[in-house]
């Protein structure tokens, strides 16, 4: 899941890069459950799949927002999913 969620991201930040050491902000507009819907995935699952990416580095979440990592997101989705 957390393939198919970093791949979703990075079609989410398009062409935005962030500045060396930090990462791009990104407001989705979804609710986990909503995202769920949209990735054919549950809402715990997509919970998991988020958790994975912050602790890889990835992302980094608020309340309202994620904060992508883009090179550290696409070496995520080059992984071959199970």
Partial sequence: MEVRLARFLLVALGN???PPGR???LELGFS???LA???GASRPKINAALGML???GAVG???D???CDPAKLALIA???EP
Avoid: D, W
């Fill in 16 to 18: 935005r890069q962030a």
């Fill in 23 to 25: 990462r791009v902000p």
């Fill in 32 to 34: 986990q459950g909503e």
């Fill in 37 to 39: 819907l949209l990735l």
């Fill in 54 to 56: 912050e602790n890889a």
């Fill in 61 to 63: 979440r608020t309340s």
């Fill in 65 to 67: 927002r994620l904060f």
């Fill in 78 to 80: 080059q992984k071959i």
